[in-house]
T-cell receptor, first 114, second 115 residues
Framework: GNSVTQMEGPVTLSEEAFLTINCTYT??????LFWYVQYPGEGLQLLLKATKADDKGSNKGFEATYRKETTSFHLEKGSVQVSDSAVYFCALSESQQGAQKLVFGQGTRLTINP | KAGVTQTPRYLIKTRGQQVTLSCSPISGHRSVSWYQQTPGQGLQFLFEYFSETQRNKGNFPGRFSGRQFSNSRSEMNVSTLELGDSALYLC??????????????FGPGTRLTVT
């Protein structure tokens, strides 16, 4: 079946550092790819998405490019802030008989120190 | 627009009991999906409903069930609770596109603790 693999966490960075969280996927067909973020005590918030190869999703300074040749969707941000501390989930959409579901990676906990 | 709402936010139950969780989707969204989040298994898909019909189900025992009402609100039920059912249960809603893929918007979750 389809699967998503994220880099192991936790990740700790200093404020204004460059962030990369690696995500690779295994899928049949051409799924859409997503990054979700979860702040403590909250549900998941959609951060960005890409629906086809070479698409770049971006939001709040975060970016990720859908790379079909390397089956990757790495999350990047040029200068992180303390408020970016959260758990980040990479996900793909899987379609089955007209219904779609999300398949998630295991999540990467990010802590930004001032 | 109001976001996805879930009630209750926190719940404590005893082994063997049953529980019902409720989810109200974003206005205009007709698909509702449920996910279970645990530290060990991560985020796992439970089921998806559209137009009061279950279209997709994850790999969970029959103790887990759900339904959707005509106003798109959904409930999930877990019978004969086990300690391992302790988790954050997340509901997500989405519009149904004409084609292609769609975004799911999540509620804050219901934290279920089974003792």
């Amino acid at each position: 079946g389809n699967s998503v693999t994220q880099m192991e966490g936790p990740v700790t960075l200093s404020e204004e550092a460059f962030l990369t969280i690696n995500c690779t996927y295994t899928a049949t067909g051409y799924p859409s790819l997503f990054w979700y973020v979860q702040y403590p005590g909250e549900g998941l918030q959609l951060l960005l998405k890409a629906t086809k190869a070479d698409d770049k999703g971006s939001n709040k300074g975060f970016e990720a490019t859908y790379r079909k040749e390397t089956t990757s969707f790495h999350l990047e941000k040029g200068s992180v802030q303390v408020s970016d501390s959260a758990v980040y989930f990479c996900a793909l959409s899987e379609s089955q008989q007209g219904a779609q579901k999300l398949v998630f990676g295991q999540g990467t906990r990010l802590t930004i120190n001032p | 627009k109001a976001g996805v709402t879930q009630t209750p936010r926190y719940l404590i139950k005893t082994r063997g009991q049953q529980v019902t969780l409720s989810c109200s989707p974003i206005s205009g969204h007709r698909s509702v999906s449920w996910y279970q989040q645990t530290p060990g298994q991560g985020l796992q898909f439970l089921f998806e409903y559209f137009s009061e019909t279950q279209r997709n189900k994850g790999n969970f025992p029959g103790r887990f069930s759900g339904r959707q009402f005509s106003n798109s609100r959904s409930e999930m039920n877990v019978s004969t609770l086990e300690l391992g059912d302790s988790a954050l249960y997340l509901c997500a809603s989405s519009q149904i596109p004409g084609q292609g893929h769609y975004e799911q918007y999540f509620g804050p979750g219901t934290r279920l603790t089974v003792t």
